[in-house]
């Protein structure tokens, strides 16, 4: 059996802010953006080379879901941004202005430094160790 995570929904205010944040400072890939109704959108975006997942843009529709915008872990990392060359990724990301809340240390693991979304939802990214290139 192979399954895989093809999507991982993001709540957001608004649609447009969020694929400019995506695209134009984290360099992502604007997949899909189909119109489902005059308030709903199929929004796909991923990282330049991600083969399987993506991020589902889903703008928040009642006063539960906009309470999450930017906190949906609680607080903790949300999620992990992997690079093939953390130093590149990390300087064109502090050109372009994202915020930083963890700057770079280097574990076992990788070299990783947290920095927060537009909405302050904090990620990770990565440049995976030797040993760990294929995960």
């Not at 399954?3 to 709540?11: E, F, G, K, R, T």
């Not at 906009?66 to 990390?90: C, K, M, P």
Request: net charge negative.
């Amino acid at each position: 059996m192979k399954q895989h995570i093809a999507s991982i929904a993001l709540v957001v205010k608004e649609y447009d802010e969020a694929i400019d944040f995506y695209v134009n400072k984290l360099n992502f890939v604007l997949l899909e953006d189909t119109k489902l109704s005059e308030t709903k959108r199929w929004v796909m975006l991923a990282p330049p080379g991600a083969k399987e997942c993506c991020l589902l843009l889903a703008r928040a529709a009642d006063e539960k879901q906009e309470a999450s915008i930017g906190n949906q872990t609680g607080g903790r990392v949300f999620l992990f941004l992997f690079t093939d060359n953390f130093d590149r990724d990390f300087a064109n990301m502090k050109a372009k202005g994202i915020e930083f809340v963890r700057e770079p240390v280097v574990f076992e693991y990788g070299k990783v430094a947290v920095f927060k979304d537009l909405y302050g939802n904090l990620w990770d990214i990565i440049e995976p160790s030797d040993q760990n290139k294929n995960l």
